[in-house]
């Protein structure tokens, strides 16, 4: 077990935005957390990654909690939204932060960059530009990049299939596809095509609370886009 | 690490957006803060000068005593104020595999990194050396120096200790300057001395050296409880002020005025809801004191309307001076979705005029509490708010048509120069000649009410134009507005 919730509850004012008694995920697991505005999921996602206090309750990674200490960098990477990338940066001078932070050469990272040619489509590296001067769905790609630069053995997006064109997406879902096993990824997304195709266990959330919780198969798609149509 | 965190605020202040966009208010800036640099060096080496002329009295030494702890009191109320939490910086970081007490460090390396940090070395050191060497011995010079920077330090880390743990706001400073002027008056009719306790202190530490240490103890201590306490509440959520609970809010008296109204209520919603606007209306209130600069006896004897023009048109007009300088790109965040909506040109800029007219009539309704000086002040400013309301606004929302710049109004105002540029301070001028320029002929000959008259018909007649005004910006809105709305996207 990598990861394990308890209890956990994050509470605004007198609303209660999450609230999940237990929740365990194995090593190598793709999970997909799928709920519509407002379900909690990134507020979710920020208890894990420790940026905001839980009302009450706990998140253990690798069985540490994450409060504690900050062991759970070593082996987590995230991609949450804009905020987390330093815009006032090139792309380059990002990547080699980055990488120095995971003790990667400035040879290393370039190496690293060389294989995601396909994947930034000439847009990014050497652009001359600083990565607030990006689109939305550029900086989205620089910031997964730089997530699985890290050769995380946990991965966190939320919504990475937004503002990314067709073929990015499709691109995106083969590389998550290939870490599938070595790595334990979170995904949270809006598009159930993509969530059904790339992970291997579903969690549905609503309000904050788990509703579903379930292994895809054959008829995960159609199960949850009946739920949803309800 | 710690390097590489400040290479990156380097960067980040370098190659902030509102840097290298406009020269001219780089060099106005570099003026301003070369001019303040220049004060507190001229302050600093001129002081075994001007301190036996303030208090002719007493030994200079004494005196410098006496007013190192006001200087710490007032550096600290204005820190409350001033002073800039550095949490957001920290965002980027935070999932990274960086360890919590680097962020923390950083955190802590960066707020050193202010002007008020700067000010007691060019005020206090020089005359450290200069006497209090000459006079005790290099050494007790030394621990003067070792006590000044830890009051500092001390300063620094407590005033932001309390900005963290607290909602600070303008009340609060507001409070702090009232407390500090009541002990500035119990010193003036000796009650309690302050000048007298900070002396002390300092004759102390010239006596015995090493008490200084107490102060470096102090900061010390200060920089834990605060390092410890961010350790603790290391979530941005928490660091940065903290929110109210916000309600849809109506406001009546605008609601008679239709499609205006409500755009106007529109825009004074923005006003308080945002940082900057909300600081640049309070600035208004304090430039109401402004009057007393302006306002000598010998001028108001004299009828010299001229003189007291240039004060009354700007304390009066200071609502749409300050505010009116960034017209439109207060909007600039959502200007798209003005121009893509169904909103009449003509209705946006009454919209703007009826804003002005209100707070303008604010403001002098406030400032009348000057015909207690003298009613004839009272004449001038009628005559100075017709102006304003009448052409003021008018020359304001002009030259807004030719401003493209955008605007970040979530940020403070005070220091903050994005988004000027040279128009901004070209505004003055017709602004503020033009009243003086019709007066001048009825001053010079010695007609002075006449002057006063011929301002405020100036301003009636063009109050009565307002129409024909709405109709001109309004097209020339309608001209520039892919130009406007480019530069806001940027």
Request: net charge positive; charged share 15%; glycine share 6%.
């Amino acid at each position: 077990m990598i990861l394990e919730v308890k209890n956990l509850q994050k509470v605004y004012g007198d609303k209660t935005v999450v609230n999940i008694q237990d929740l365990n995920i194995e090593a190598g697991e793709t999970v997909g957390l799928v709920g519509n505005n407002g379900a909690g999921k990134t507020t979710f996602f920020r208890m894990l990654l420790d940026l905001i206090r839980p009302t009450s309750g706990e998140v253990l990674s690798k069985g540490e909690n994450v409060m504690q200490n900050d062991n759970w960098k070593n082996y987590t990477a995230s991609f949450l939204d804009e905020g987390f990338l330093i815009d006032y940066l090139t792309p380059e001078e990002y990547f080699t932060f980055i990488g120095s932070l995971h003790n990667l050469s400035i040879a290393d990272v370039s190496a690293y960059l060389t294989q995601y040619g396909e994947f930034f489509n000439g847009e990014i590296l050497n652009s001359g530009k600083y990565i607030r001067d990006f689109s939305k769905g550029n900086q989205v790609k620089v910031g997964i990049a730089a997530a699985l630069m890290q050769k995380p053995e946990i991965l966190i997006l939320d919504e990475p299939f937004a503002n990314l064109d067709p073929t990015t997406q499709i691109r995106l879902k083969n590389l998550l596809k290939l870490q599938a096993g070595s790595m334990t990824t979170f995904i949270s997304s809006h598009d159930l095509n993509h969530v059904t195709d790339v992970c291997n266990r579903i969690i549905l959330v609503e309000k904050g609370v788990v509703i579903k919780d379930f292994k895809t198969d054959e008829n995960t798609l159609k199960e949850l886009e009946s739920y949803f149509s309800a | 690490m710690l390097n590489t965190f400040l290479s990156h605020q380097w960067k980040s202040f370098w190659r902030s957006r509102n840097r290298g966009s406009s020269i001219a208010g780089q060099i106005v800036l570099g003026f301003f803060m070369l001019y303040f640099l220049v004060l507190a060096l001229g302050a600093g080496f001129g002081m075994q000068f001007l301190l036996p002329k303030i208090f002719p009295n007493q030994d200079v030494i004494k005196s410098f005593n006496g007013l190192i702890l006001y200087y710490f009191a007032l550096d600290f109320i204005m820190r409350l104020q001033l002073q800039e939490l550095p949490t957001l910086s920290i965002i980027p970081y935070l999932h990274l595999r960086i360890s919590r007490s680097k962020i923390i460090s950083f955190l802590n390396l960066k707020a050193l990194f202010s002007a008020f940090n700067l000010w007691p070395i060019f005020i206090f050191l020089p005359f450290i050396f200069l006497k209090i060497g000459t006079t005790y011995g290099i050494f007790t010079a030394l621990m003067y120096v070792v006590t000044i920077l830890s009051i500092t330090i001390f300063n620094n880390y407590l005033a932001l200790y309390i900005k963290r743990k607290s909602i600070s706001n303008v009340l609060y400073t507001l409070v702090g300057l009232i407390i500090f002027a009541v002990f500035a008056a119990l010193e003036y009719y000796k009650v309690i001395s302050v000048m007298a306790a900070s002396d002390y202190v300092f004759k102390t530490i010239a006596k015995m050296p090493f008490i200084g240490f107490a102060f470096t103890l102090a900061a010390v201590a200060i920089f834990y409880i605060n390092s410890s306490f961010l350790l603790k509440n290391l979530y941005t959520e928490e660091l940065s002020s903290k929110q109210e609970k916000k309600a849809s809010t109506d406001y009546a008296f605008l609601n008679r005025f239709g499609r205006v109204g409500e755009l106007a209520a529109l825009e004074l919603k923005l006003i308080l809801r945002h940082k900057r606007p909300r600081s640049s209306v309070i600035m208004g209130f304090f430039f109401l004191f402004y009057g007393f600069i302006f306002y000598k006896e010998k001028a108001i004897d004299r009828d010299a309307f001229g003189q007291m023009m240039f004060g009354a048109i700007f304390m009066t007009g200071i609502s749409i001076i300050i505010y009116g300088q960034f017209m439109f790109a207060w909007q600039s965040a959502h200007f798209d979705g003005i121009l893509a909506n169904k909103i009449n040109f003509k209705d946006f800029i009454r919209a703007k005029f009826l804003l002005f007219t209100i707070g303008c009539t604010v403001i002098t309704l406030l400032a009348s509490f000057y015909g207690f000086l003298s009613p004839k002040l009272l004449l001038l400013h009628v005559a100075a708010y017709l102006y304003n309301i009448g052409f003021g606004t008018v020359v304001v929302l002009y030259l807004a048509t030719l401003n493209y710049k955008r605007l970040d109004i979530t940020k403070a105002a005070s220091f903050n120069y994005q988004g000027t540029g040279a128009t901004q301070w070209l505004l003055m001028f017709p602004y503020a000649l033009t009243p003086i320029l019709i007066y001048v002929p009825f001053g010079m000959l010695d007609k002075p009410y006449w002057g006063l008259i011929a301002v405020s018909i100036f301003g009636l007649i063009m109050l009565l134009m307002r129409g024909f005004w709405v109709n001109y910006i309004a097209k020339r809105l309608e001209l520039q507005r892919y130009k406007i709305a480019e530069g806001f996207r940027e």
